[in-house]
């Protein structure tokens, strides 16, 4: 039975031992053999201090060591917390102070320039290097400095330790901090098994599949592809790109299979010159973290022609929520489906009755996908994770539901749409406007468009103006003046955009999405004092 994470690379060393697990660069490993190096990693964390439901953060790249970090930290009881290797020193010091790390797995020129911040984390007692000697040692002020590979180490001990069960931490993941300093969504073992299980349920996922992981694995989407794949015994090629053409390149190398990507990635893929074939291979395409433009799914479809494409809509604090079966896209096309195998989605009201068909509510997560709420945020945590609307109130103990922040309505058939962010929702002229709606409207005027923010800015007149921000392919110029002509025949006039602006690009926040908070405080100003009236 599976019921830790680990328990995961045990399994696949003893089902699939030759089938290669992961591929990074030109090398790869099997599952036989990735179990040994995560069996040496949680022996090396143990030897270094590593207790149960104790922190160990990973800053590093896509690589073998970092995804062995993960089910090595699971092996020995303790909590992983992977770091987005984007972020910045102050970044990465937040989120070491917040969780208590006590050992971290970076390498040399990283910790060089973390140095000063690591400095300030008083409960972090070890810093591990991935590409050093394995005799290397040094102390720096309360820090032990050390080799991630050593020669020895204390696997004998593994098993004196306590498995974890599936109710207990497993990781930390940190949310992109939309609104404030990021916070650490609390997963436990049986949240991510139970994720993988359902996900690799309705993909069909199998040995022969090849999976490219693009996205961070600081991001539970990124993250699910390792844990989907290994729990089907499929390989994982990681990949960390610069150039959109590389991405190309390596789905006809390695013949990948299965493809997850953000809308903003999915933007740039489409943009990218495909040689005849080269994307073949693929069989699937998931799509999270935004909703997908009508317009450019069109173009993916045409790109990934043999691919099924899964449309799914996801909560960090409850992995994932709904998907979208490829079947029902061409007489559902704009909803997000309904919900994944072994959980619940409900629509409430603010008084938290449910919604009927067609009536705007809450979307409200249940099942075992729910997390533990936000590490050492308790306001926070009550903000989002409260009681479930559809147990009965004599179960006095009943776990907690994710109520999401999103306004979604479902059709008569129980398929879902989403309406838009409740803390994003324009409010002009008396009307509450979906940025989501403005957003597709706009996309379907010009297929080189690349990124496109609708924005609710203060205005003193109309409570907010609907600003747009737009990213053109190669920066081309547009008449913007002739796309608010043809919006103001496509939307409703209380929809159509005070203000079009063409931008050479949006900013993207570390998991690859359009960072709407910077963009709404740069123009927070742009109609005062009479300004742009």
Known sequence: MISNLHDIVLKGALQFPAQTALKF????????????????????FIQAGLSRHQRLAVYLPKQFETVSSFFATSRCGGVFVPVNPALKPLQVQHILQDC?????????????????SLALCEDLHTVLLVDVAADFVQQQGHLHIAAFHQNDSAQAELNERVAPTDADMAAILYTSGSTGKPKGVVLTHRNMIVGAQSVSSYLENKPEDVILALLPLSFDYGLSQITTAFLT???????????????????????????????????????????EGSADSVR??????????????TQLQGIFRKAAPYLMY?????????????????????SMGKAIPNAEIVVVREDGSL???????????????VSLGYWNSPEKTAERFKFDPVMPKGALLAPMAVWSGDTVKYDEEGFLYFVGRRD???????????????????YALDPAIVDVAALGIPHPELDQAIVVLVA??????????????????????????KVLLQKDSLPKNANGKIDRKLLSGEYQHYFSEGQNL
């Not at 699937?284 to 799914?297: F, Q, V």
């Open 100 to 116: 208590n790390v006590r050992i971290l797995v970076t390498s040399k020129d990283r910790f060089e320039v973390l140095a000063e």
């Open 314 to 334: 996801g909560l960090t604090e409850a992995f994932r929520s709904t998907y979208l079966p490829p079947a029902d896209l061409p007489r559902k096309r704009g």
């Open 355 to 369: 919604c009927g068909p067609n009536e705007p509510g809450e979307l409200v997560h249940r099942g075992p996908l």
């Open 25 to 44: 660069k030109k090398e790869s490993v099997t599952y036989s053999e990735f179990s040994e190096i995560t069996a040496a990693a949680a022996g090396r």
């Open 472 to 497: 053109m392919q190669h920066q081309q110029q547009v008449d913007t003046n002739a796309w608010l002509l043809q919006l103001k025949k496509a939307l409703p006039s209380f929809m159509v955009p």
């Open 233 to 275: 015994g499929a390989t994982v090629v990681l990949l960390d790109f610069f150039l959109v053409q590389d991405v190309v390149r390596a789905i006809e190398q390695h013949q990948v299979t299965g493809l997850a990507a953000v809308p903003p990635l999915w933007a740039q893929l489409a943009k990218a010159k495909w040689p």
């Open 284 to 297: 699937y395409i998931t799509n999270s973290g935004g909703a997908m433009p009508d317009a450019l799914l």
């Open 424 to 442: 994003e929702m324009i409010k002009t002229l008396g009307n509450r406007v979906s940025p989501t709606e403005v957003e597709e409207a706009v």
